[in-house]
């Protein structure tokens, strides 16, 4: 059974951190790349980043550029997204995503708030 499993999200202020996780099963995780994903209420679905399956290539939106990383363990299953000097935009459902070819797996999200 696959499963993407998101966490770490949360609320923050301004200029503050969080770093999420996306835990994998049931399928083999070096063979896919990852991604990250958000969604705010009223919009579409946008692409925040990219990380190739054995991590050597990695790609960024230009609005999260310079704050964002992403990073995977393969030993773990997991890929991470670490997010600095976070602004209310980024307020959003953060949703990982798991690419190999035509298949594509999803996870439930994890609702980051950036607030005062």
């Known amino acids: 059974q696959v499963q993407l499993v998101e966490s770490g999200g949360g609320l923050v202020q301004p200029g503050g951190s969080l770093r999420l996780s996306c835990a994998a099963s049931g399928f083999t995780f070096t063979m896919y790349a990852m991604r990250w994903h958000r969604q705010a209420p009223g919009k579409e679905r946008e692409l925040v980043a990219g990380i190739s399956s054995f991590g050597g290539v990695t790609s960024y939106a230009d609005s999260v550029k310079g704050r964002f990383t992403i990073y995977r363990d393969n030993a773990k299953n997991t890929v991470y997204l670490q997010m600095n000097n976070l602004k209310p935009e980024d307020t959003s459902m953060y949703y990982c995503?798991?690419?190999?070819?035509?298949?594509?797996?999803w996870g439930q999200g994890t609702q980051v708030t950036v607030s005062s």
């Open positions: 995503n798991a690419a190999h070819g035509s298949t594509l797996y």
